[in-house]
Every structure is written in structure tokens, then in C-alpha cells.
């Protein structure tokens, strides 16, 4: 119930700020969005490409962690990792606030289950993450970007978002880590503690599942008899 609350209370919160207290929508702010999403990249901030970008990269490194978890869960993953692609952690918050701890993963894995848990996409990702950084750090102008973040909603929302994702990783890491039977907390730490690259690294270096069948009645009967 704790934590249904923190995440929910963030979760309005983030909504009220993005709405209310964020600057002001832009006139172009339509056609920014637009020629961001059809590659039209002339003229445009290489930082905001490379935001832009990036925002897409996080949906699948949350998908490489929540399809897991919602295998255990009363509600589904999918819809919020969907809906994450267009509006980022205003998504993946109400799925924080409505799971529970699950800290197995039970059954087979899926066809896109075995390809979220892969280390070639972590791989994939972590290549595409390190362009994309890299193209923005060395080509991009911050004196624009931090001027747009100051007047632009579309701007500041999608930064402000960014960091919310480095931030809410840790929620669902635990878990997963569990799931595979890790449990150096230094490795949590790190990866927690290193916005975008860490959850990257740690796709790649995590252990893979493996696959339990769910206890039949008989089984969980005999179990508890032995406890």
C-alpha cells in the first residue's frame, strides 16, 4: 500500500507540473514532433534529436524487465509498455503503483520474452544509446537546448521525463534481479546509480532466466504439509 501511494502521488504530480507549472506549449511545438518523428532532422537541435531518440530506447530497456514481471501480476504489462512509447513514465508510474512484488518468474518463456531477455538486445540497445549520446554531446548546443527547456513544454516535459525513468528503474530492478538469483547489492547500486548506461549494462551482464513450471495443487498441498 506504501508504495501504491508513493507512485501514485507521483504519478499526479508529474501530471499536474507537466500541465500546469511546465512553460507554455510552443506554436511549432506540432511540426517539431512531427519532423523529429519522420527523421526531417534540418535545423533541429542535435541534443533534442538525440532526446528524442533516447525516449525511444527506454520503453525497450522497461520492456526487458516488465514483461518479465507481468507474467505474475493481476494486471497485464503490455499495455503500459505500449503506451510508454509515446508518453514515457506517465505510463510505466501506474503500473508501479498497481503491482505487486514478484520476485519469480514462472512458466515458459515466450517467443518475445526470450528476445527481451537476450543479451544481443542489450547489446543492440546499448549501441544505438552510445550514438545517440554521442551525437548530442559532441554536435548538439546547449546554450539552445537549455534556452528551449526554459520556454518550451514539449522540451522540458521530455527532459524532466528522462530523468524520471533513470529514477523509477530501481522500483523493478530489485525483482528482476531475483528472478535470476542475483544478489550482489553492488550490482544494484550501480546500475541504479548510472542514468541510462546502467540499466543498458545491465542487460547485458544480467544472468539469464530460467524456466519454472508453476506447482501444481497437489505439489503446493505437499509443500505446505512439509512447512
Known amino acids: 500500500m506504501k508504495y501504491k501511494i508513493i507512485f501514485g502521488s507521483i504519478w499526479l504530480g508529474f501530471i499536474l507540473y507537466a500541465f500546469i507549472f511546465a512553460p507554455p506549449d510552443q506554436p511549432d511545438t506540432f511540426t517539431l514532433i ?39 501480476q493481476k ?21 508501479l503503483a498497481f503491482r505487486q512484488p514478484n520476485p519469480q518468474f514462472l512458466g515458459k518463456k515466450s517467443g518475445l520474452i526470450k528476445v527481451l531477455d537476450s543479451r544481443i538486445t542489450g547489446v543492440l540497445l546499448t549501441l544505438g544509446a552510445s550514438i545517440l549520446v554521442g551525437y548530442g554531446l559532441t554536435q548538439g548546443n546547449w546554450g ?23 529514477l523509477l528503474f530501481p522500483a523493478l530492478l ?22 541510462l548506461f546502467g540499466p543498458l549494462f545491465y542487460l547485458i551482464t544480467r544472468i539469464p532466466l530460467n524456466e519454472m513450471e508453476p506447482l501444481t495443487t497437489s505439489e503446493s498441498s505437499d509443500l505446505s504439509v512439509q512447512n
Open 144 to 166: 539552445d537546448f537549455i534556452q528551449q527547456w526554459q520556454t518550451s513544454r514539449f522540451i522540458h516535459v521530455m527532459s524532466l521525463d528522462f530523468c524520471l525513468l533513470s
Open 75 to 95: 494486471i497485464p504489462a503490455w499495455p503500459f509498455v505500449t503506451l510508454s512509447f509515446g508518453v514515457g513514465a506517465f505510463a510505466i508510474l501506474p503500473y
Open 174 to 195: 530489485g525483482d528482476d534481479m531475483a528472478r535470476r538469483g542475483m544478489t550482489n547489492s553492488v550490482i544494484f547500486w550501480g546500475v541504479s546509480l548510472v542514468p
Open 34 to 72: 512531427q519532423n523529429l518523428s519522420t527523421g526531417n532532422w534540418t535545423g533541429i537541435n542535435p541534443l533534442i534529436i538525440a532526446l528524442f531518440n533516447i525516449m525511444g530506447i527506454w520503453p525497450l530497456i522497461y520492456s526487458c524487465v516488465l514483461f518479465m514481471d507481468g507474467r505474475g
